[in-house]
């Protein structure tokens, strides 16, 4: 079953945190485990609030990823963008209609 990450930060670096989203898919697409793609949402009623949606193949693969050396120094990149703490959730994709 598929598995999706949702990590919603606040930030006045809308690029930087952009940036990071695209370095992070040019190196890991193919290299991260499960990894699929992601998005990046502003919130249009909350300014720099924004939510990273990230799909993996499945929760498994996702927590492998977890502990990768790639992936800490992504999550420390990530600190020094957002002003305080990630709120992080875990989701099995039960339904995609596209």
Partial sequence: MKFVQTIIVRTRDQDGLA??????HATEAGNAPGYLG???LADRE???RY???IDFASA???HLNNDRVETQ???A???ELI???PEFGNFDDIQTIA
């Fill in 51 to 53: 939510q990273l949606i």
């Fill in 19 to 24: 940036d990071l989203m695209a370095a992070w």
């Fill in 83 to 85: 002003d305080g703490d």
């Fill in 46 to 48: 909350s300014p720099d």
């Fill in 73 to 75: 120094t992504w999550a």
């Fill in 38 to 40: 992601s998005r990046l």
């Fill in 60 to 62: 498994e693969e996702a």
């Fill in 77 to 79: 990149k990530l600190s």
